[in-house]
């Protein structure tokens, strides 16, 4: 095919030249990937499929009964350079959100063999005891993908949420590891201590 390509632009060396073949060649080696649908599995599971230009990339577990879900969410974000889709499905009259986060092949081509998705997160998020005061939480965010837990208890005074024990995912190990928080920027003086001795 790309042979193809050069020699049609030898022809008509005039009108493209050498430059037109390789933004042609660019072109098509720069095609963004497949849009992502989402639409719901055969009966049989009750689950959702994840489809790219036709193929099943990702096939979705869902618990809740279909008459407590609410409509799924699907997103698709670039984090450390691969396609990670997350999809979210709330469950009416509870807290709580059933999460799949997984990665995806990075070009999938329909009517051809898929290599398997590699899930990275999947359970329920929000309260975890009977009084709704602790909870489990993941997101993407950050060129990361992050669990963390909440408590009612612990509030900052900006009133952004307090993720604690927070970990992210480790996609060369393949698990979640421990969040180190980064140390404060260093002031802007330098206060130097001096022993005083006192006669």
Same mark, same amino acid.
């Given at each position: 095919?790309?042979?193809?390509?050069?020699?049609?632009?030898?022809?008509?060396?005039?009108? @493209?030249?050498?430059?037109?073949?390789?933004?042609?060649?660019?072109?098509?080696?720069?095609?963004?990937?497949?849009?992502?649908?989402?639409?719901?599995?055969?009966?049989?599971?009750?689950?959702?499929?994840?489809?790219?230009?036709?193929?099943?990339?990702?096939?979705?577990?869902?618990?809740?009964?279909?008459?407590?879900?609410?409509?799924?969410?699907?997103?698709?974000?670039?984090?450390?350079?691969?396609?990670?889709?997350?999809?979210?499905?709330?469950?009416?009259?509870?807290?709580?959100?059933?999460?799949?986060?997984?990665?995806?092949?990075?070009?999938?081509?329909?009517?051809?063999?898929?290599?398997?998705?590699?899930?990275?997160?999947?359970?329920?998020?929000?309260?975890?005891?009977?009084?709704?005061?602790?909870?489990?939480?993941?997101?993407?965010?950050?060129?990361?993908?992050?669990?963390?837990?909440?408590?009612?208890?612990?509030?900052?005074?900006?009133?952004?949420?307090?993720?604690? @024990?927070?970990?992210?995912?480790? @996609?060369?190990?393949?698990? @979640?590891?421990?969040?180190?928080?980064?140390?404060?920027?260093?002031?802007?003086?330098?206060?130097?201590?001096?022993?005083?001795?006192?006669?």
């Amino acid at each position: 095919m790309r042979s193809g390509i050069l020699r049609v632009v030898g022809r008509r060396a005039g009108a @493209f030249g050498l430059a037109g073949a390789l933004l042609l060649a660019s072109a098509h080696a720069a095609a963004p990937p497949a849009p992502l649908t989402l639409t719901l599995a055969d009966a049989a599971d009750g689950g959702l499929e994840v489809r790219a230009g036709g193929a099943v990339v990702a096939r979705v577990p869902v618990k809740a009964a279909p008459l407590r879900r609410a409509p799924a969410r699907l997103r698709e974000v670039s984090v450390e350079g691969r396609r990670v889709v997350e999809v979210r499905v709330a469950v009416r009259g509870t807290p709580h959100e059933e999460v799949w986060i997984g990665e995806l092949p990075t070009e999938p081509r329909p009517g051809q063999p898929q290599p398997p998705q590699s899930a990275i997160w999947s359970g329920l998020t929000g309260a975890r005891d009977a009084d709704e005061e602790v909870g489990t939480e993941i997101e993407i965010a950050g060129n990361r993908v992050v669990e963390y837990q909440t408590s009612t208890h612990v509030t900052r005074c900006d009133g952004e949420t307090v993720r604690l @024990f927070p970990r992210a995912w480790d @996609f060369d190990a393949r698990r @979640f590891r421990p969040v180190v928080s980064a140390l404060p920027a260093p002031a802007a003086q330098k206060l130097v201590a001096r022993l005083q001795r006192v006669h």
